[in-house]
């Protein structure tokens, strides 16, 4: 910047010179072979339920591998559509629903259903701690943490973001959280959920580390959980042609299943 080597804390005022290097990777945007569980398909879109670890778009340090490869290998005509008509993302390690577009017009009309709030998403969430109120709304502006820049945060500048949660289930020391997303900000769960004192159990990015349990049993199982407990498991939305509300369900993964389980049983 302005002939010297920028570091990334430093800040552009506007005016300056900026250089930058650019290192190409190749065509990321291939075809692969990789499983998927398809929920429902037509001919307008595909609905995918996604397993945890994988990665939505390729990126650094994921350059393949991810549910975009996947698809251009599942549906090769979404290849000529921005981002394989993938229209909303989830976390790498969260579970659950994600429609994807065959067509241009598709995704233009998801997105626009999207913007428009009226598509239906509905997550699970295993949090530490027992939530005092059953039910509740936490509004709160999401945008980049001020210095640890891969984390989200409440910031009174960040994007309007709105989750209502609801408690479904009360274990000894833990609980199953219902969240509905009004808007659907980068880690937006996550971050409410920490805001609100009960993170998710295995989001280590947002405070739900380790803590021993009362019983060994339960702990070899907090042990072996190495996500976030965070399920995708019901999308709503308007048909692109037909117009007909269609709602579809995924059941809760194995390991996550096995989490709720063992929290029952303690």
Request: charged share 25%; net charge neutral; with cysteine.
């Amino acid at each position: 910047m302005d002939g010297c080597r920028a570091k990334p804390k430093d800040r552009v005022n506007g005016g300056e010179q900026v250089l930058i290097e650019v290192e190409t990777v190749g065509d990321t945007d291939r075809a692969e072979d990789i499983p998927l569980d398809i929920v429902y398909e037509d001919e307008q879109l595909v609905v995918v339920n996604k397993a945890p670890g994988l990665v939505v778009h390729p990126g650094a340090g994921n350059p393949h591998g991810t549910l975009l490869n996947a698809l251009l290998n599942y549906v090769p005509e979404v290849a000529d559509i921005p981002r394989a008509g993938i229209v909303h993302r989830l976390d790498k390690e969260t579970s659950g629903l994600l429609v994807v577009a065959k067509t241009l017009e598709t995704q233009n009309y998801l997105v626009k259903q999207i913007q428009a709030r009226d598509v239906t998403r509905v997550y699970h969430a295993v949090v530490y701690g027992l939530p005092a109120r059953q039910q509740g709304t936490i509004d709160g502006a999401i945008g980049r943490h001020p210095i640890q820049r891969k984390k989200m945060a409440i910031r009174a500048d960040g994007k309007p973001a709105r989750t209502h949660y609801r408690v479904l289930q009360r274990f000894a020391e833990h609980a199953l959280v219902e969240c509905r997303l009004e808007s659907g900000r980068t880690h937006q769960i996550r971050v409410h959920m920490q805001a609100l004192g009960y993170p998710l159990i295995g989001d280590t990015v947002y405070g739900g580390h380790y803590r021993r349990p009362r019983t060994q049993e339960l702990e070899i199982v907090l042990r072996s959980f190495k996500r976030q407990a965070l399920h995708a498991c019901k999308l709503g939305l308007s048909h692109p042609v037909t117009g007909r509300e269609m709602i579809w369900r995924a059941e809760y993964p194995e390991d996550i299943q096995i989490l709720i389980d063992a929290l029952s049983e303690a």
